[in-house]
């Protein structure tokens, strides 16, 4: 994982960005995921307070898309922000979401709250799954309709579990097209 100041000119790159009390090791998983399954070299910024500001009382929830506007006004460091809460996430049309993403945008949000198991391994599989999904989206790529590829919507931690940690061959042939573009 690269850390600040060991990023290359034009060296694909995305932050994340820990929020409130969450797992290091979560964090560190999702970070070498993302640079082994999409060559994303990861930095991963400083602990980010709760986010008290979109709690959203009537639900016992947390807004994702609160926290990914904020997400948003972080200028420093990369283009990209992956964001890794330990709160419940919702959104004002779904019940639960695992992680929110911008299509084509800055930010994204993933949620541990969910993902747990007595199995640690199982969790972080599970959080690298969500990464790599909700960073597929920042890279405008939108949901899959082949089963067992990254980019299918999943709605259920059982079809999360039966959810290979792979892109199909066109997602993934547009995930390298598409930071090519980007990074060069």
Known sequence: MARKG??????????IVPIGHVDALAVSVVAANLQTLMGLNADTLPLHPEPEYAYLAVRSQYAAGKIIKELESIDEGSRFKLGIVQCDLCTPILKFVFGESQLGGKAAVISLHRLQDKDPARTYLRAAKIGLHETGHLLGIGHCQTHDCLMAFVSTIEKLDGQPARFCTACQYEISRTLKYIFG
């Open 6 to 15: 060991s990023r290359k000119t034009g060296e694909s790159h995305i932050d």
